[in-house]
């Protein structure tokens, strides 16, 4: 059929089919892990286990079902594996709840929570028992199976209700935290800057030098390197590389689906449960009913219709005859399929395109001569460390297998000489890398550069990092020196006069002592951070009490701001209106599924967890952890 599988109800079991993998659980970590053994449970939760052979199923199941997202090399790069595992454990630790509490749940409502999944529903739109058997039995059910897991399902979802339902923040909480957040402060400050202090004498040369030295990172000599090298370059090798026909040929045969693309149709369909009542309905729209209005009729939304884009190859003979020989925008007569009969809308054509072998050639060309670059490239890579585990010597191999060879006495990190200007070296950052990398005196492996050539790199010598005289960094020495004693005098003078403050009961002979002029704040909040207001003043101003002084750094720049907190203002709440309301009802729900996910971990918790890391690795492939 065209028409494609719905969502399912929102639980689990519909998840595993899905693809829709809920990963709440993972952060509740694992217990022990078994070393080996015979059992073929691949976890225990509470004596309870997780056999193999499910875990493989569902494990199966969540592969294919993302296939479209993600390859399963990607998930399991992405650790899925264990979180699916992490949420089976959770599963069973409230079914292992649920069961010491006698919970169940009877067949009535396990059969109408079935009942209502859309995926097992039949052309009629109602429940289709053998749809129902052929959709589990291809993830690896068993009627019964499936009935039990949804069962299961349900008394989990009831416990869980129970242990967060009925819960209701108090309101005297809302009105704390809502007075919180929207409190506004007002302040009184003055900047302390660097006109606040007396000029700073420069140090004796025996202080400056234990700067420098307390400060080697900035004031020595980088490490330079003495290095051998040897190169190529995919253009070096790409000289002596041709292209056949042939070759061009076979690639163009090989990637047929990506040069003749065929026609695809976005259809849009409505199902009958007989040809009659599908062939009456073809009759309204051929008197002018809309297709979306009979759809309407039938109880369908525009969500319902949609089936895809497709190929005449993707459609059953007697589908593609109907659909391709229709305009866009046109309407099929009844069309028969494997659960009833259709009317199908052609909604969009996308035209098929044939790019000939003479239009593609020179593409193809150019990746095919890519290619056979970088073959030879690896092939070089291999041919020089035949050649040095023979006994060559880096420039020998390099010479017998054409790379080019080169040495840079001194070099930095950066590719620099000395004299700062750029050393006769590659510019290339991994190859800069690699030089810094390798040990003195020993030949390296070939390894990729950024564009992509091929290098080889041997350390003769290292020269490392030496501090320099004191008069060649004074001058540098002496700014950094003296912005970091003026740095430690602003904030001790910051500190002294928030005291004074603190002690007088204003900030006026704080401002008096520094020559500053007392200004006003604009209304500060939680968030408010500019040039003024750092965050870190702010934070301290929120933590005091109304009239006391504070003192932080500056939002930009050098300098500190003494500051008085002179208002507090907390907003009344607006407990009638539909916004208060609405988020009380949120905070309440947060709050609630706080309790529940502490209850869940609790009861994991006190189960115990033990996980086959083998046999969950034989599942999942990787390390399993």
């Known amino acids: ?163 967060g339902s009925g819960f209701e923040l108090p309101a005297g909480y809302a009105r704390a935290l809502f007075a919180y957040y929207t409190e506004v402060r007002a302040a009184e400050y003055v900047t302390v800057d660097a006109k606040a202090l007396p000029p700073i004498a420069p140090p004796a040369d025996a202080v400056l030098a234990a700067y420098v030295k307390a400060h080697t990172d900035r004031f020595s000599t980088p490490e330079y390197r003495d290095v051998t090298y040897a190169e190529i370059s995919p253009e070096d090798v790409a000289k002596g590389l041709t292209v056949t026909d042939a070759q061009i040929q076979n690639m163009y045969d090989a990637n047929k689906d990506k040069y003749d693309i065929p026609e695809k149709r976005t259809l849009e369909q409505i199902t009958f449960p007989s040809q009659a009542e599908a062939q009456a309905a073809r009759a309204k729209i051929a008197a002018g009913t809309s297709f979306a209005n009979v759809a309407a009729a039938r109880g369908l939304k525009p969500s319902d219709l949609d089936v895809g884009e497709h190929t005449a190859a993707e459609l059953d003979p007697a ?143 290292v020269v490392p990092p030496k501090l320099k005289p004191l008069d060649s960094v004074r001058a540098q020495a002496l700014a950094d020196w003296t912005a970091q004693q003026r740095a430690i005098l602003l904030q001790k003078k910051a500190a002294e006069l928030a005291a004074q403050a603190n002690r007088e009961h204003s900030i006026d002979g704080a401002a008096r002592a520094t020559g500053a002029t007392v200004q006003a704040s604009p209304a500060l909040t939680h968030s408010t951070s500019d040039a003024t207001f750092s965050g870190q003043l702010v934070s301290a101003l929120y933590a005091a009490a109304p009239g006391a002084t504070v003192y932080g750094p500056l939002g930009k720049g050098e300098g500190y701001v003494v500051a008085r907190v002179t208002g507090v203002v907390h907003p009344l709440p607006p407990t009638d209106s539909a916004e208060f309301a609405r988020g009380l009802r949120a905070i309440t729900q947060n709050v609630a599924t706080d309790l529940v996910s502490s209850f869940a971990g609790a009861a994991r918790d006190r189960q115990g967890v033990k996980i086959n890391n083998k046999l969950l690795n034989s599942v999942i492939g990787g390390e399993g952890s």
Do not use: C
Not at 130 to 152: C, D, K, P, T, V
Not at 389 to 399: I, M, P, Y
């Open 1 to 163: 059929m065209l028409q494609n599988m719905r969502k399912f109800a929102k639980s689990w079991v519909a998840n595993i089919f899905l693809g829709a993998l809920t990963l709440s659980f993972v952060s509740w970590g694992v217990g022990d892990v078994l070393k080996g053994g015979t059992s073929t449970a691949v976890a225990t939760v509470g004596g309870t286990s997780i056999e193999q052979t499910e875990f493989q199923r569902d494990y199966s199941n969540f592969v294919r079902n993302q296939s479209k997202e993600m390859t399963p090399e990607q998930i399991r790069r992405a650790n899925m594996g264990n979180a699916l595992l992490q949420q089976d454990i959770q599963q069973v630790a409230m079914d292992n709840v649920a069961r010491k509490l006698d919970m169940t749940v009877g067949d009535d409502t396990v059969a109408e929570q079935i009942h209502a999944i859309p995926a097992f529903a039949g052309v009629s739109g109602s429940f289709d028992h053998a749809a129902f058997q052929e959709l589990i039995s291809r993830n690896g059910y068993s009627e019964q199976g499936f009935i039990e897991l949804m069962r299961h399902d349900l008394v989990r979802e009831q416990l869980l209700h129970a242990a």
């Open 319 to 461: 589908e593609a005859k109907a659909v391709f020989a229709l305009p866009e925008g046109g309407v099929s007569d009844a069309v028969k399929l494997t659960f009833g009969w259709a009317l199908i809308r052609v909604a969009k054509i996308a035209p098929g395109r044939l790019t000939t072998l003479d239009q593609a050639r020179d593409d193809i060309k150019k990746t095919v001569l890519q290619q056979l670059t970088d073959a030879k490239m690896g092939d070089i890579a291999n041919a020089y460390m035949d050649a040095t585990s023979g006994g060559a010597t880096l420039t020998e191999a390099a010479k017998k297998i054409g790379m080019q060879t080169g040495r840079v006495a001194a070099m930095d990190a950066n590719g620099l000489a000395p004299d700062g200007s750029k050393a006769a070296a590659p510019d290339d950052p991994k190859f800069r890398e690699q030089a810094f990398k390798a040990e003195a005196g020993e030949d390296g492996d070939p390894f990729a550069g950024k564009a992509g050539q091929e290098f080889v790199v041997s350390v003769n010598a």
